[in-house]
């Protein structure tokens, strides 16, 4: 991803904290436009990333102005795939991170977490619990605190997700893109990025229309959206299979709101049941091993068709934000 360096927090001559994340593959699957009537969908694979997942390119960008800016030491909560992208990256700069994660992360994530060196602390609750007690141990520990939107700068990794959809089309926009939404830093750094394309002149086409999709049983955003609210309020009780949608109180979660409104587009839930049945189309049709949360922007799209507000002949773009296998 950092060969869009001009687009990017990166001083001339400066190295970046790197593992080549990035540069994934939008791949065709024309099976399913044909059943939808569609002109043309693809999925995006950010499986392929260095440390499985879309996190590597946030945390790619965040450890790299942290680590020279002075950082000694880095924490976060997650919900699975930022820890494993933070421990690799904290370890790639030599520095040391402690990580917080629910007890109920599956245990392939946890043993990732540890296999990168990072200090593992387990936390009875969800992500927002685990960000209580990793914020506290910022402070107390002089470490940086890497957390969603707690610092500038894994937004700007994020967004080279809509750099490389918008090249891989020509410079183009598709019409609607739709993405999995947890913290939410996918979704806003596509939207930010996609309208600085405009501004530099190199794309000339409308926004492409975003969708944002949830867990039924963790839909902050979609409730707020469906609400006509411009901020979301924190989910009570949230349960769900696909652990990065497991976000109750999404910090971001007023901007991804405008995004959704700014791009004429929608918010929304899916029941976990169509999002495992998504994951696995996507495995047979398109040989993309897909997690639950990209699983569920397939559940998702059908529904859109269905209710008319994707349209007959429309080219969509799908997310899949992290690896099957790390479920597994």
């Keep these: 991803m950092w060969r869009y360096h001009d687009w990017m927090p990166l001083k001339d001559g400066e190295a970046p904290v790197s593992m080549g ?18 002109s043309e969908v693809w999925i995006k694979d950010e499986a392929l990333n260095a440390t499985g997942s879309f996190k590597a390119r946030g945390m790619s960008a965040a450890i790299t102005r942290a680590a020279a800016a002075g950082a000694k030491a880095f924490s976060t909560p997650t919900a699975g795939n930022a820890g494993v992208a933070l421990s690799a990256y904290g370890g790639r700069a030599g520095l040391p991170v402690t990580v917080f994660a629910p007890k109920t992360t599956p245990s392939t994530i946890l043993t990732q977490i540890k296999t990168f060196g990072a200090n593992l602390e387990l936390i009875d609750g969800h992500i927002g619990d685990c960000g209580k007690v990793a914020r506290a ?24 997700m809509g750099l490389e959809v918008a090249e891989a ?9 739709i993405y999995p939404t947890g913290g939410g830093t996918g979704l806003i750094g596509m939207w930010k990025v996609f309208k600085e394309l405009k501004e530099a002149g190199w794309v000339n086409d409308e926004l492409p229309r975003l969708y944002s999709v949830q867990a039924d049983g963790c839909a902050p955003v979609v409730k707020a959206f469906e609400n006509g609210a411009t901020k979301t309020d924190a989910w009570e009780n949230p349960k769900t299979i696909a652990w990065g949608l497991r976000v109750p109180a999404p910090l971001g979660g007023a901007l991804c709101l405008r995004a959704l409104k700014e791009t004429k587009g929608t918010a929304v839930a899916v029941s976990d049941e169509d999002a495992t049945g998504g994951a696995t189309s996507m495995a047979h049709t398109a040989s993309v091993d897909a997690s639950p949360e990209g699983g569920a922007t397939l559940a998702a799209l059908c529904r859109l068709v269905d209710e008319g507000q994707i349209e007959k002949g429309d080219r ?3 997310f899949n934000t992290g690896a099957g296998w790390l479920y597994r």
């Design 137 to 160: 141990f910022a402070a107390e520990h002089d470490a940086f605190d890497v957390s969603t939107l707690r610092e500038p700068y894994r937004i700007e990794g994020k967004k080279t």
């Design 169 to 177: 089309l020509g410079w183009a926009f598709p019409d609607a893109l």
């Design 316 to 318: 969509v773009v799908l």
């Design 21 to 38: 994340e990035g540069a994934t593959p939008m791949i065709p699957v024309p099976q399913y436009a044909s059943e939808l009537g569609l």
